[in-house]
């Protein structure tokens, strides 16, 4: 056998942006896809050969926003000002490890704490098992703002410069920015913005002149406006509150389709014991999902797993059903974490499709998920890089 080539077989195919049926062949090399055969042929003599059976090959899925220095179980403030390095660390890996074996082969990381996610994006480049890594560091937030205790205070237009230009020194893959509060920081408000037009303009500014792109942190309308207009690359949760509840504003949405704003939707669902503020907030953000997805803005599902108990690093499959039952269709839907998400991290041509010249991150489920989204959860197999993550046994 030639063992730097293999081949991979399974009955059905989506290869980030279309479904194909019938007997699908993968061949890699390197780590690299090199061809995709839809024939039915052999594969080329001396090539090892790995028949998944009666499953569909996708890309393997792109969480565009996780936390993994976060424990969805823990008390994350007390746990991020206390714990040492090498427990974060530990913790870390295993969030990854569980997000590797649910099929989510690339992880961009939109918070952490000391840049300890590009520490362990060098582990998983140095040949350790692992997804792919894409880190922020910690994002930059206003003096005792949303997640402070990552430690990315910046107050000012010369504090916010100086970080981005810090993180584009410890080569971050990104700028996270918290444009507005959130919800998950004591006292803080994600009604209110915790910068303004000017310090937003001037962060992404640096940060694009030093090749980085910048995605921010935003629920309230009058930070999205304001992020939108300083030229970022992306709005994180983009739920649009005002004072008198949330209402999508037609202007900005309009704004983003024309500049090609990314948005990630961080899926939330509606739970027994929310807070009445939450649950009122919820129906419609949706309903603005959607209505920005049908007006031509670019719409990722992602997941900001870590950041309570329903939120675990394996969480992207299930959030994507729930995705598509409110937003898209079952192919769009999976475009959003195949191909969309990829393009929004920086890594289309790369990530998140089955073609040639691709890297060769590969899921297999059970079933056909463009015909039932559920499919998407029972993951058969996984291959990172070309290499086995997981098999089902």
Not at 15 to 20: K, N, Q
Not at 118 to 140: F, K
Not at 323 to 346: R, Y
Request: hydrophobic letters at 40%; one cysteine or more.
């Amino acid at each position: 056998m030639d063992d730097s080539r293999s081949a991979i077989r399974a009955a059905r195919l989506f290869d980030g942006v279309t479904a194909h049926d019938g007997p699908v062949m993968v061949l890699v090399d390197g780590g690299r896809i090199t061809d995709v055969d839809l024939t039915g042929a052999n594969p080329p003599e001396g090539v090892a050969v790995t028949d998944l059976g009666d499953v569909t090959l996708l890309p393997g899925l792109v969480d565009a926003h996780s936390h993994l220095v976060f424990d969805p179980s823990g008390p994350t403030e007390q746990q991020m000002v206390h714990d040492d390095d090498a427990t974060v660390l530990a913790r870390m890996r295993e969030h990854a490890a569980r997000a590797l074996r649910a099929g989510i082969t690339t992880v961009r990381d939109l918070g952490d704490r000391g840049y300890l996610a590009l520490r362990l994006r060098e582990e998983y480049a140095d040949g350790a098992l692992g997804p792919q890594i894409l880190a922020a560091g910690p994002p930059i937030t206003r003096g005792g703002g949303h997640c402070w205790y990552l430690g990315g205070e910046a107050d000012g237009t010369e504090q916010a410069v100086a970080a981005v230009e810090a993180r584009a020194r410890r080569g971050t893959d990104l700028v996270k920015i918290m444009a507005t509060g959130g919800m998950s920081t004591r006292g803080s408000d994600p009604g209110g913005a915790q910068y303004s037009l000017a310090e937003l303009r001037a962060v992404t500014r640096t940060a694009h002149g030093l090749g980085l792109p910048v995605t921010a942190h935003a629920h309230a309308a009058s930070g999205i406006a304001d992020a939108v207009a300083a030229g970022v690359d992306g709005i994180e949760h983009c739920t649009f509150m005002t004072p008198s509840g949330v209402r999508m504003d037609p202007a900005t949405v309009d704004a983003m389709a024309a500049a090609g704003t990314f948005v990630g939707c961080t899926v939330v669902k509606p739970r027994a014991g929310m807070p009445d503020e939450v649950l009122r907030t919820i129906e419609p953000y949706w309903e603005n999902q959607a209505s920005m997805h049908r007006r031509g803005v670019r719409v990722v599902c992602c997941t900001d797993a870590g950041i309570n108990p329903h939120k675990p690093h394996d969480v992207l499959p299930g959030d994507l059903v729930y995705f598509a039952s409110q937003v898209a269709t079952n192919t769009e839907a999976l475009v959003s974490v195949t191909s969309l998400a990829a393009e929004s991290c920086g890594l289309a041509g790369r990530k998140g499709r089955v073609a040639a010249g691709y890297d060769a991150d590969l899921l297999a489920v059970a079933g056909d998920p463009v015909r039932d989204i559920g499919a998407i959860r029972a993951v058969r197999a996984v291959h990172r890089a070309g290499l086995p993550a997981f098999r089902e046994p």
